[in-house]
């Protein structure tokens, strides 16, 4: 029988509107959708895991996906809160962290999406852009999610680096992209390297040279696979890193 790798996707904490007492723990099933099509088998990590169950999780998983969310608290890089950052999860940020250190340090696969993708950046000592639209010189609008456009929505492209890993996934230097964020990466965590901007110059991607597989990109592969059939190949590229 074939195996799986095993992929766990961090789950984020959610009221139910139903029943405001009661929580919810999950993930969006575009990425294990995503994950399954590309031959994995994806698990979810709950926040509350001691360090013991994580560690014992951690050694079990073949790599990790950190997914989209709310925003990082400033406090893990330094900085005071924007008048525009919220969704702040402080017991998400913390385990999400530790999560990307640890898979940094053990060289285990690792994709990190939106969110995911900042908090690879902040875990390694890199700083954010709370409110990219007015903090960033010439942006370009990059929060279609508040103006409710559809997930497939594709507003700008962004100019892949060649011989980056990311080029070689997506098998081009160019492409267009949904963007659903209104922060972006400010200072470049230690050890990475920007492979992709927006035409605003904002950093859309990142990867950490060395590693087997840490690619962070600021937008939402999983919900392209059908109309930009290239981004499937970031999750295939996560499970053959394995």
Excluded at 15 to 44: C, F, N, W
Excluded at 134 to 139: D, G, I, R, V, Y
Excluded at 173 to 189: K, R
Excluded at 193 to 211: C, F, M, Q, R, W
Aim: net charge negative.
């Amino acid at each position: 029988m074939a195996r799986y790798p095993l992929i766990g996707i961090t789950a984020y904490e959610t009221v139910i509107h139903q029943h405001p007492t009661m929580r919810m723990a999950g993930a969006v099933s575009e990425y294990k959708d995503a994950i399954l099509a590309a031959g994995g088998l994806p698990v979810l990590i709950p926040q509350n895991l001691d360090d013991d169950q994580l560690d014992d999780l951690f050694e079990k998983l073949d790599g990790i996906l950190l997914p989209g969310g709310g925003d990082i608290n400033p406090d893990c890089y330094q900085q005071s809160a924007h008048e525009t950052t919220m969704r702040i999860d402080d017991k998400r940020d913390d385990f999400e962290i530790r999560l990307t250190r640890r898979a940094v340090d053990a060289d285990k696969p690792l994709l990190a999406i939106c969110r995911g993708h900042q908090v690879l950046n902040v875990a390694l000592g890199g700083t954010l852009w709370q409110n990219v639209e007015t903090q960033l010189p010439n942006a370009v609008p990059h929060d279609f999610y508040a103006r409710g456009a559809e997930w497939t929505h594709l507003p700008h492209t962004v100019r892949v680096a060649a011989g980056s890993k990311l080029a070689s996934l997506l098998g081009t230097l160019e492409t267009e992209v949904n963007s659903f964020h209104h922060q972006a990466i400010q200072t470049v965590g230690e050890g990475l390297t920007v492979t992709a901007y927006s035409p605003d110059e904002s950093v859309e991607a990142i990867e950490l040279p060395g590693h087997r597989f840490a690619v962070g990109v600021q937008w939402h592969p999983e919900h392209l696979t059908a109309c930009v059939p290239a981004m499937q190949g970031l999750f295939r590229g996560l499970i053959e890193a394995i």
